[in-house]
């Protein structure tokens, strides 16, 4: 069977146009498939990581409250007063030595004492308030903070208040409760 020029031409055409759409139905297969392959690559390593990240951060949240205790149990012996007010040149040591005996009525104060200062910070500025800075004291055992707390009773009408020295946590934590407590009553 002889083919003329024409149907040369028309087999060429056929041919181009079968290729072309084998070449573009092929193409878009591999497209497909390599796109769902990479999709999945894609959910596989985000999943993983999401994996790692929630576990980095549940091991954050364990070392964060491992450090809040440690940090609270080196404040075991430790209370902050609140309103005893300021003088030039205070010597806080004196002064807390003669607040637990005078007021708080404690005889065996020279050796309670372990170390005292006033508490200043950024957040608080005595000249701008007309309260004075709190004193923090440790005490040279628990037995010696616990007299404290058991006489503090002594302290009621005074202006001078007397509470355990809590890391920021606790703090931000009794603050909301007390909130909390006083709201749900008034």
Same mark, same amino acid.
């Given at each position: 069977m002889s083919f003329t020029r024409t149907d040369k031409a028309e087999l060429i055409d056929i041919i181009k146009e079968t290729f072309n759409s084998l070449s573009e139905e092929i193409s878009t297969k591999i497209t497909d498939s !390599?796109?769902?392959?990479i999709e999945q690559k894609i959910i596989e390593v985000f999943a993983n990581y999401e994996n790692k990240i929630a576990g980095l951060e549940k091991e954050n949240?364990?070392?964060?409250?491992?450090i809040d205790t440690l940090e609270q149990d080196t404040r075991r012996n430790s209370i902050r007063i609140f309103g005893i007010p300021e003088r030039d040149n205070e010597d806080t040591l004196t002064m807390m030595k003669s607040f637990l005996s005078d007021k708080l009525k404690l005889p065996q104060t020279a050796n309670?004492? =372990?170390?005292?200062?006033?508490i200043r910070s950024h957040n608080f500025i005595a000249s701008s308030s007309n309260k004075s800075a709190? @004193? @923090? !004291?440790?005490? +040279? +055992?628990?037995?010696?903070? =616990?007299?404290i707390n058991k006489s503090k009773k002594l302290l009621k009408g005074s202006g001078i208040s007397i509470s355990d020295d809590l890391t920021k946590k606790r703090y931000d934590?009794?603050?909301?409760? !007390? @909130?909390k407590r006083f709201r749900h009553f008034n």
């Open positions: !390599v796109t769902k392959n949240n364990l070392l964060r409250n491992e309670m004492i =372990d170390r005292c200062h006033r709190p @004193i @923090i !004291v440790k005490f +040279s +055992s628990y037995l010696a903070k =616990d007299q934590l009794y603050r909301e409760a !007390v @909130i």
